[in-house]
């Protein structure tokens, strides 16, 4: 057995270095891959806005647009109806549910075509003028560039699961020259799961990926904000309802998505104007806040690195909320992370503007938009680890870590009252796909053998002499009993299904059969439940380690007990609390207070 696992642990340690490998050409795919759909957005905007053909992007607010500009992202969205009704329905809308839905219900197999069209409909849109960022594209085409590496090259449907992931984390790695957020949200949206044979390839591509970027555009962060950030404890309750303030817009966020979906799908006219009408909205919005146009990363490190008036603040943040709920929710090729946090850093920034009219000795307004951006962005997505580290990488604000992670987490915990869905899985809850909401260790690879049997129960034998009629009788209630003779050593397993058509005249001992499967208590529950795969064995005879005599049988119901423990242990435990748990109890107190008066008089 030791030669065996020895055996299994090199080939698991050689395809990890495979997978490794592989994880490198993906990361390197989806990094130039993100070059490549930032310059071909960049590019569109400069014709389209500016009559130009430049790769310098110039943001469309940077000076007075003619009116045609309004039906700009209305002619990119009928462009991309015309994709997606006629050419790859898969790149409709957000990249990430789509991501998703091809890692839990297709193997991971995502169609090559999707790795064409997803970032040339993304580029035509936000280099229109809808109100997108590259990342939500770019996760969709990096993961499906690491499903179609993964189909070239023989892998399993997990290894596969792997590169998708690599691939996406490479491609929002090079957007924002982010390495750890990349490895985070595979590993969060993606992989759920964290272990050596998911992580280090995901890891390298992420790195590659960042590598990439810095090559083609430095080192900085994206969205530099200023470093000489000191908390101040009076500061703390403005921070925790600023956390409350962006669970709430978490809500709003994802329920002025889902309200203009509805809608959309509601109207009969041929699909191609459906986004083209959600496009319109959006040139109108745009022409009193031309913020809400293209990718808006210049506007969001505005907002994060300078003050502005409150009223533009919350004028630009509501302007975008809008403009999203009509883009994406019309069908339009984009993501969900550069809306999320030009909303965030501007209704941040507007509540830290409020917030320095109370205490003016108050932190940079700035700060308030950061961490505000970083809790929206984690509401949003049930992502918080990975918001947190975005921010960080994004930013270099490393000073401002404490707020960063106390508002993020508070606000985690107030979302969970208000969503039962994320802005992803919620669509994905409709099409009727479950989404794993955690990822851990498997119960079974902690528990013993000795954890899910019954300690009260005691093991049923017959005898070999026993005759038909006798094993019927103790067969009435077990799948399978032990033969024993009278020095207690076990002569085999007899079964029902066995008894059932044997002639009349048979004893035991011409039943049993000889070959069964055994385990000791200590034995890993895991380890056990593979051996009755691998041998379609649905019974174990459990042995003394010392005796070597049985002294229980191990049954299918007591396996599936394992992947139950938790909850059981939950159930069972008398000292957990609650909020209703705690009213309940201050009721009992008052109600029982005069009667223990009454006693001591």
């Known amino acids: ?95 990430i549910p789509a991501a998703m839905s091809v890692v839990l219900t297709n193997r991971s197999r995502v169609k090559p075509r999707v790795g064409f069209f997803k970032p040339l409909s993304a580029a035509i849109t936000i280099g229109s003028g809808g109100p997108f960022g590259a990342e939500g594209p770019i996760i969709q085409t990096g993961g499906a560039l690491g499903s179609i590496l993964g189909q070239l090259v023989p892998t399993s449907p997990v290894e596969r699961r792997i590169l998708l992931a690599c691939g996406a984390a ?83 966020m994802t329920r002025t998505l889902y309200a203009c979906e509805d809608c959309f799908e509601r109207l009969r006219i041929w699909y191609p104007l459906i986004p083209a009408l959600g496009g319109l909205g959006v040139g109108v919005i745009g022409w009193f806040y031309p913020q809400v146009f293209g990718i808006g990363y210049d506007v969001i490190g505005d907002f994060l690195a300078r003050p502005h008036p409150l009223s533009q603040l919350i ?69 918080t680890p990975t918001a947190i580290l975005f921010l960080l990488e994004v930013t270099g604000a490393y000073h401002a870590l404490f707020p960063l992670f106390l508002v993020c987490v508070v606000a985690d915990l107030a979302v969970h009252y208000l969503m039962d869905h994320t802005i992803n899985t919620e669509r994905l809850a409709k099409e009727g796909i479950e989404v794993p909401d955690a990822f851990g ?22 005898a070999p002499s026993a005759d038909l009629r006798a094993c019927l009788s103790a ?38 059969r000889p070959d069964f499967l055994t385990a000791t208590p200590d034995e890993p529950l895991h380890d056990v439940a593979l051996r009755c795969l691998s041998s379609q064995n649905q019974v174990v005879v459990v042995l003394d380690p010392q005796k070597q005599v049985p002294i229980a049988m191990l049954t299918p119901f007591d396996l599936l007990k394992g992947k139950q423990w938790e909850t059981m242990q939950e159930m069972r435990e008398p000292g957990r609390l609650s909020l209703f748990s705690l009213a309940r109890r201050r009721e009992r107190t008052k109600a029982e207070a005069p009667i223990e008066m009454s006693k001591k008089f």
């Open 1 to 95: 057995m030791p030669a065996i696992n020895s055996s299994r642990t090199r080939k698991r340690d050689d395809r990890l270095v495979v997978l490794s490998l592989l994880g490198v050409v993906a990361g390197a795919a989806g990094g130039l891959v993100a070059e490549g759909l930032l310059l071909a957005i960049y590019g569109i905007t400069n014709i389209l806005f500016w009559g130009r053909w430049s790769f310098t992007y110039i943001p469309p607010d940077t000076r007075p647009l003619h009116a045609w500009a309004i039906l700009l992202p209305a002619a990119g969205g009928f462009l991309v109806g015309l994709i997606i009704h006629y050419l790859s329905p898969e790149i409709k809308g957000d990249g």
């Open 170 to 252: 490479a491609g929002l790695a090079g957007v924002f020259k982010t390495p750890f957020a990349g490895v985070m949200m595979a590993v969060e949206l993606l992989v759920f799961e964290f272990r050596a044979r998911s992580f280090i390839p995901i890891a390298l591509a992420s790195a590659t990926g960042t590598l990439v970027a810095i090559g083609f555009r430095g080192p900085e962060p994206v969205f530099p904000v200023a470093n000489h950030y000191h908390f101040h404890a009076i500061e703390l309750p403005f921070f925790l309802c600023l956390a409350l303030f962006c669970a709430g817009l978490a809500w709003l």
């Open 315 to 383: 004028g630009v943040g509501f302007a975008k909320l809008g403009a999203f709920g009509l883009a994406l929710g019309s069908g339009a090729s984009g993501g969900t992370f550069a809306p999320a946090l030009m909303i965030g850093g501007s209704l941040g920034a507007a509540f830290g503007v409020a917030v320095h009219h109370v205490l003016p000795q108050a932190s940079a307004i700035g700060i308030y938009g950061m961490v505000a951006t970083a809790a929206l962005f984690g509401c949003i997505y049930r992502a």
């Open 441 to 462: 260790i498997d119960p079974m690879r902690l528990l013993k053998v000795r954890d899910v049997l019954d300690e009260n129960a005691a093991l049923d034998s017959v």
């Open 475 to 512: 067969a009435a209630v077990h799948d399978a009993l032990p033969v024993m003779d009278a020095d207690d050593r076990l002569l085999g397993l007899l079964y029902r299904a066995d008894l059932l058509q044997a002639k009349p005249d048979v004893h035991a001992a011409d039943l049993a």
